[in-house]
């Protein structure tokens, strides 16, 4: 045990998280089994994703960093360094497949020391999606299109994983019983552990021959087009969940989840169902009052302006905000009046109001409201 994590990413002792995924992604792009056939870097692969269980999750890192790396391989298992990690995700993003069939020699092995082999025969993964909005879409409600990366029911053996007209038999690798003993190399040294049976993923049965195009896991990724209605009021965090369009298994196929956030808006800024816009308006409406135009979601509205409005003073456009989500009301619109005050006057322009300060100066107490001169 000489290697630490921080030496396996490369990485400093202070660096950011940011930097730490930024690195991994790198080290998992180059490392993964599907791109790199050599053993060494299968192993560097391991360690690669061990380190980045730990350093990338804030809570593992804290606690690594207070034990150092025999303190912290004494509170924690690989199991526990592994648990809610989810490197289906990473992998997905990345591009890269993380459903090894037995076609990869040694890299299934991988995934069931890593996952201890529970996953093979869980129901399919769920999915995040992440989904930006304009305020205008949240404020009406969308339809929106999106390409989802997921494992689909094969189409050739309908899910089921044999060559269609293919025999079920017993699994060969595990002689029926869908688990495995096996000693695995981790970072923490040799450990037996017992998983569940890569070929047969635990059912203890398989078929004479795979499904040709799934190689009998009778799922295939592919990237679909999914449409989805969002309706008015989501706000940021907000998950959508679309029952079975996760990835497919024979098990139940799991759900995707749409996580809304929103892109900030030029004008507007939101508070719960209410939008707040600041509006500058010239001096001398602020002082005679009259008609101005202000923007509003769905385009501009004309108002009209008091006599002596003041700075700061907040009008409300009731029901002019955001639809609120699974109502029938909306929220307001509210308008921070600016005055404008201009810096660059005419010679005639400075006259008037020269003038006019001579005037409200001699009639003290009249004029003491416009105190802004
Ligand atoms: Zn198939
Ligand atoms: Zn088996």
Request: charged share 30%.
């Given at each position: 045990?000489?290697?630490?994590?921080?030496?396996?990413?490369?990485?400093?002792?202070?660096?950011?998280?940011?930097?730490?995924?930024?690195?991994?992604?790198?080290l998992a792009l180059k490392l993964h089994p599907d791109r790199n056939k050599s053993k060494d870097a299968e192993e560097q692969f391991k360690k690669v994703n061990e380190a980045?269980?730990?350093?990338?999750?804030?809570?593992?890192?804290?606690?690594?960093?207070?034990?150092?790396?025999?303190?912290?391989?004494?509170?924690?298992?690989?199991?526990?360094?592994?648990?809610?990690?989810?490197?289906?995700?990473?992998?997905?993003?990345?591009?890269l497949n993380i459903n090894f069939g037995s076609d990869f020699s040694g890299s299934g092995d991988i995934f069931s020391s890593m996952f201890g082999g529970a996953r093979a025969q869980n129901r399919g993964r769920d999915i995040l999606h992440n989904?930006?909005?304009?305020?205008?879409?949240?404020?009406?409600?969308?339809?929106?299109?999106?390409?989802?990366?997921?494992?689909?029911?094969?189409?050739?053996?309908?899910?089921?994983?044999?060559?269609?007209?293919?025999?079920?038999?017993?699994c060969p690798k595990c002689n029926g019983s869908g688990r495995?003993?096996?000693?695995?190399?981790?970072?923490?040294?040799?450990?037996?552990?017992?998983?569940t049976c890569d070929l047969c993923a635990g059912s203890g049965k398989t078929y004479e021959r795979k499904c040709s195009a799934c190689g009998g896991r009778g799922g295939v990724i592919d990237t679909e087009k999914v449409e989805v209605q969002i309706p008015p009021g989501v706000?940021?965090?907000?998950?959508?969940?679309l029952e079975g369009m996760g990835d497919f298994s024979q098990y139940g196929s799991g759900d995707l989840y749409i996580e809304i956030s929103t892109k900030e808006h030029r004008i507007f800024r939101r508070e719960g169902d209410d939008i707040h816009a600041t509006v500058r308006v010239p001096f001398h409406t602020a002082i005679l009052g009259?008609?101005?135009?202000?923007?509003?979601?769905?385009?501009?509205?004309?108002?009209?302006?008091?006599?002596?409005?003041?700075?700061?003073?907040?009008?409300?456009?009731?029901?002019?905000?955001?639809?609120?989500?699974?109502?029938?009301?909306?929220?307001?619109?509210?308008?921070?009046?600016?005055?404008?005050?201009?810096?660059?006057?005419?010679r005639e322009e400075k006259d008037i109001i020269s003038r006019f300060r001579e005037l409200d100066e001699s009639t003290k107490g009249g004029g003491k409201k416009f105190r802004f001169f």
């Amino acid at each position: 045990m000489t290697d630490d994590y921080y030496s396996i990413l490369g990485v400093p002792k202070d660096a950011t998280q940011d930097q730490i995924k930024k690195v991994y992604r790198e080290l998992a792009l180059k490392l993964h089994p599907d791109r790199n056939k050599s053993k060494d870097a299968e192993e560097q692969f391991k360690k690669v994703n061990e380190a980045y269980a730990v350093l990338g999750d804030p809570e593992k890192r804290k606690q690594y960093d207070t034990y150092g790396p025999a303190g912290f391989g004494q509170r924690y298992s690989e199991e526990d360094i592994f648990r809610g990690f989810n490197f289906d995700d990473i992998f997905r993003d990345l591009g890269l497949n993380i459903n090894f069939g037995s076609d990869f020699s040694g890299s299934g092995d991988i995934f069931s020391s890593m996952f201890g082999g529970a996953r093979a025969q869980n129901r399919g993964r769920d999915i995040l999606h992440n989904l930006t909005l304009t305020l205008e879409e949240v404020a009406e409600g969308t339809k929106k299109e999106m390409s989802i990366k997921h494992i689909k029911r094969c189409p050739k053996c309908s899910g089921a994983g044999n060559e269609p007209g293919s025999r079920v038999i017993k699994c060969p690798k595990c002689n029926g019983s869908g688990r495995i003993n096996k000693v695995a190399n981790t970072f923490f040294g040799r450990m037996q552990v017992v998983t569940t049976c890569d070929l047969c993923a635990g059912s203890g049965k398989t078929y004479e021959r795979k499904c040709s195009a799934c190689g009998g896991r009778g799922g295939v990724i592919d990237t679909e087009k999914v449409e989805v209605q969002i309706p008015p009021g989501v706000s940021d965090g907000m998950r959508l969940r679309l029952e079975g369009m996760g990835d497919f298994s024979q098990y139940g196929s799991g759900d995707l989840y749409i996580e809304i956030s929103t892109k900030e808006h030029r004008i507007f800024r939101r508070e719960g169902d209410d939008i707040h816009a600041t509006v500058r308006v010239p001096f001398h409406t602020a002082i005679l009052g009259g008609n101005i135009t202000v923007p509003t979601l769905k385009g501009t509205k004309e108002i009209t302006l008091d006599e002596g409005t003041q700075q700061g003073r907040k009008i409300v456009l009731k029901g002019e905000g955001i639809k609120r989500f699974r109502s029938n009301s909306s929220g307001d619109e509210i308008i921070s009046i600016e005055i404008d005050i201009p810096t660059h006057l005419s010679r005639e322009e400075k006259d008037i109001i020269s003038r006019f300060r001579e005037l409200d100066e001699s009639t003290k107490g009249g004029g003491k409201k416009f105190r802004f001169f």
